[in-house]
């Protein structure tokens, strides 16, 4: 029904924000992964949107990319997996790592996702079989997923945009670890 929303961000209070499309105010909810990476308030932003009716309420759910929307739609086809868990689950793993998780049949890294217990967790790694391709698992070559996680946020915690700490991750050797990785990051970003 409303696949995209492009408008100005006027409120941010985790998890949901408030986008003025042309004078109406849409509430969304959106995972932290999306709400991190989102612009300062004034600036225009874009989001994919899932409407969930519900008896009680009709909930708007925003994400920043295509494929955030596609797992999150994924999840809710899930026996027991209701819209705020699969939005805890998107807020708790990127989609690389949940893509990792489910291809190594890892439970206990869902298992530290609130809300998320160990029948849940078999219940996703289950279900979400076939659901990611190859590539969002990512190649052997790159940083490890968590190293890489832990340093932007690291650097959004310092300050610094989605953008800049996506960017400053891209130029690290493959096997930096955290401290250091974080080190080499800021001397780039101060330099950029």
Excluded: C
């Excluded at 209070?13 to 308030?41: A, C, K, R, W």
């Excluded at 955030?68 to 790592?97: C, M, T, Y």
């Excluded at 809300?115 to 967790?121: D, E, L, S």
């Amino acid at each position: 029904m409303i696949g995209r929303l492009t408008g100005i961000l006027l409120e941010k209070s985790p998890p949901q924000i408030l986008v003025d499309v042309h004078g109406v105010g849409y509430e969304l909810h959106v995972p932290m992964s999306t709400f991190y990476n989102l612009p300062g308030l004034q600036e225009s932003v874009v989001l994919y949107t899932q409407l969930v009716v519900r008896e009680d309420a009709h909930l708007l759910y925003g994400f920043a990319s295509e494929d955030e929307r596609v797992a999150f739609r994924h999840l809710l086809k899930i026996s027991g997996v209701g819209p705020k868990l699969a939005l805890s689950v998107l807020s708790g793993l990127s989609l690389s790592d949940l893509a990792l998780a489910v291809a190594n049949k890892e439970a206990g890294m869902l298992t530290r996702i609130p809300g998320v217990g160990k029948k849940t967790a078999e219940r996703l790694l289950l279900e979400l079989q076939d659901k990611f391709t190859p590539s969002e698992t990512g190649s052997p070559g790159e940083m490890g997923k968590q190293q890489g996680n832990d340093i932007v946020n690291a650097l959004l915690a310092l300050g610094y945009s989605g953008k800049e700490a996506d960017w400053a991750i891209r130029q690290l050797p493959g096997d930096a670890h955290v401290a250091e990785g974080i080190r080499q990051a800021l001397k780039l970003l101060s330099r950029a």
